[in-house]
């Protein structure tokens, strides 16, 4: 497909997607009301106005003020039907769905908010005409009183007119149908119209003069709230005298509880009903301004990802509701505030009092309150977190900083196994932080040439063992000439340098240790690949690439070791590639395939970080491993004596022995 057939598509019609919602949303909107435009016109209308939610809500700038336009456009075309909105917002809902959450929450309250201006615009605009029809009746009174009448019974307002003493003289059905009453009312007295309480309302709002626009709550006809915008008008006679007030009314009870409802949902989190992230930070920051000291608890909750691919992801959702009725109790006696803030990270935050217990009693508490197992679709699940405290004094810090800290404990926490917790340490904290820094410079040391490749000589120690030469001319590939002097350069070693201008030299463990934590072991690994072998192919040696651990369970190894012989024109078995022993002795399938299609290829294939487990020698022999780089053993007898008797076995099975130590066959010089 060529690059212009995006736009072609696009030219073509909406996305499937983008159509079924305009679909639904057309049909919901008949539904609710009957408007004079043709179906197909409504629809293509529609389709438009979603895909402009969508760009809205993928905008790297998000405002979502243009959404308003939406609701808007639904008054215009007298979709105000009582459920219009309503239905309107549950299609948008669920087609925005996965979007972030307060994006789409910010999103339906413009549209809401655009429709209650929509309605208000055009409650004005009738009031005008009410207005437009009083001033005319001065000079037609016929024409003018016969104009007000069809108005005042056809409006979809409520209109009342009164005295000047505040009694009502007569109001239109929409209003009688809205207060509650039955139609032949019309023209009841105050107190059968109106609540007392209502009624004061009004009158109170005349006195602001002969105009008023203002939202009251009156009763409903159930007597619950009921929200209303009124505006209010002194009609004059001939000569400028006062003759009668009126009052139209407007029900804006379902805007207003939708306003109501998007606020909440934009902070609080829907799952649990606990504060979310946005409405959590300004408390944080409240409590941090106030004296005395708080105490700030970062949870990380182990087993949700377990139940949700275990059980399914509705135990899932039920468990997080547990956590968070657990850890409210928990803290119900403090002065707290307990909030979720990811997917299955919690924060608490006290206020401490003289009462509040020492850290470690809260968190045998939280621990205690969470190990009682939870009953999800028959099954007994047991709960644990990881926590992380910060308790502090200081008055004004960074909310931001804070709950930092407090995440950084936890993660420290979580390195000595689940379910554990830790308080805060600053010292420790910076030294993390300035590890952490450099580690997040690496992509743009990369990027700039930062980063260098050393070639350090792999020469063999002393005589090779009886039997190997055969061993050592397939190394060479034959065509390099055995010399078994001491000293011989057998290969070169292929190493990573970073020269860090504040930090100082990264070596090359360190920089793969990075890129592993990073995420950018593929990339760095391709690009080390592509050079070594370009280098040992010009210089007509074997290198030796030593790889990360999850450079070595990568699946596409394989490919990616192709495409670097390939470019390079290196002989595949002047490529050792040395890989990483510790993870590879989990046996995985994806490791066996790289190894078997390395050998295929004809690569030589190492193990780093060799300690002569059980997994690892057998990895030898079944795979005809070609040499080992052995782990610096303990310095102590029986270690040693240990790896002395090893190394015969090693060779036995068709291995080079790499180490320092003595009994190797090569060594790295470095």
């Not at 005395?292 to 509701?321: M, Q």
Request: with cysteine; net charge negative; aromatic share 4%.
């Amino acid at each position: 497909m060529t690059d212009s057939a995006p736009d072609q598509q696009a030219s073509e019609g909406p996305s499937a997607a983008v159509a079924t919602c305009a679909e639904s949303w057309t049909e919901a909107l008949l539904a609710s009301a009957r408007v004079p435009m043709a179906r197909p016109a409504i629809r293509t209308h529609l389709a438009d106005d979603v895909q402009r939610l969508l760009e809205i809500l993928a905008a790297p700038e998000f405002r979502p003020d243009g959404a308003a336009e939406v609701g808007e456009w639904l008054v215009s075309a007298r979709f105000t039907g009582p459920t219009s909105l309503r239905c309107s917002i549950e299609v948008l809902g669920a087609a925005l769905a996965d979007a972030p959450p307060e994006r789409v929450a910010a999103v339906l309250g413009a549209v809401a908010a655009g429709y209650a201006h929509g309605v208000r615009r055009q409650a004005l605009a009738e009031q005008e005409d009410v207005r437009a029809a009083l001033a005319r009746a001065r000079q037609d009174l016929h024409d003018s009183e016969a104009r007000f009448r069809r108005l005042f019974t056809s409006s979809a307002a409520g209109i009342a007119i009164f005295d000047l003493d505040g009694g009502v003289v007569e109001a239109n059905p929409a209003l009688v149908r809205m207060l509650g009453h039955a139609e032949g009312n019309a023209g009841p007295d105050p107190d059968e119209l109106f609540e007392p309480g209502d009624l004061a309302a009004l009158r109170s709002a005349w006195a602001s003069g002969d105009e008023a626009r203002t939202e009251l709550r009156f009763t409903g006809p159930l007597g619950d709230p009921m929200w209303t915008t009124v505006a209010l008008s002194l009609v004059r006679d001939a000569d400028g005298r006062p003759k009668c007030r009126i009052a139209v009314i407007e029900d804006v009870t379902e805007q207003r509880m939708l306003r109501d409802y998007l606020r909440h949902q934009a902070l609080h989190d829907v799952l649990t009903g606990l504060p979310n992230r946005q409405s959590f930070l300004p408390k944080l920051e409240g409590a941090l301004s106030q004296p005395g000291s708080i105490t700030l608890c970062y949870l990380d909750v182990d087993s949700v990802a377990i139940v949700n691919d275990g059980i399914g992801y509705e135990a899932g959702d039920e468990l997080l509701r547990v956590v968070a009725r657990r850890l409210t109790a928990v803290v119900a006696g403090e002065n707290a505030t307990v909030a979720r803030i990811g997917g299955d990270e919690f924060v608490v935050l006290i206020e401490d009092s003289p009462a509040t217990p020492s850290i470690s009693a809260l968190a045998e508490a939280i621990d205690t309150e969470l190990s009682e197992p939870v009953y999800l679709s028959g099954h007994g699940v047991g709960v644990s977190a990881g926590m992380g405290f910060v308790r502090t004094t200081a008055q004004g810090l960074d909310a931001m900083s804070l709950l930092r800290q407090a995440h950084s404990t936890l993660r420290r926490a979580e390195s000595g196994g689940k379910g554990q917790w830790g308080i805060y340490d600053a010292g420790q904290d910076a030294r993390d932080r300035t590890r952490l820094s450099l580690i997040a410079t690496m992509p743009r040391a990369l990027e700039n040439g930062e980063i260098a490749i050393d070639y350090r000589p792999v020469i063999r120690v002393g005589e090779p063992p009886h039997g190997d030469e055969q061993h050592s001319g397939e190394q060479h590939g034959g065509e390099q000439q055995r010399d078994e002097q001491h000293g011989e350069q057998v290969a070169v070693a292929a190493r990573l340098r970073w020269d860090e201008a504040e930090f100082g030299v990264v070596g090359h463990e360190e920089c793969l240790d990075f890129a592993d934590t990073l995420g950018l072991s593929g990339h760095l690994g391709a690009w080390l690949l592509e050079e070594a072998c370009s280098f040992a192919a010009a210089e007509e040696l074997p290198v030796i690439v030593r790889l990360s651990a999850d450079q070595s369970r990568d699946p596409d190894l394989a490919a990616v070791v192709a495409e670097a012989v390939r470019t390079s024109g290196l002989a595949p078995d002047r490529l050792w590639l040395s890989l990483d022993a510790a993870c590879l002795a989990s046996w995985s399938e994806a490791l066996e395939d790289n190894l078997t299609t390395l050998a295929d290829m004809g690569v030589r294939r190492l193990l780093h970080g060799f300690t002569c487990g059980l997994r690892e020698l057998a990895l030898v022999r079944r795979h005809a491993l070609h040499g080992v780089e052995l782990d610096e053993p303990p310095d102590e007898p029986l270690a040693r004596e240990a790896l002395a008797m090893l190394v015969p076995m090693l060779r036995s099975a068709g291995a080079l022995v790499i180490s320092g130590t003595p009994g190797a066959d090569l060594a790295v010089r470095w």
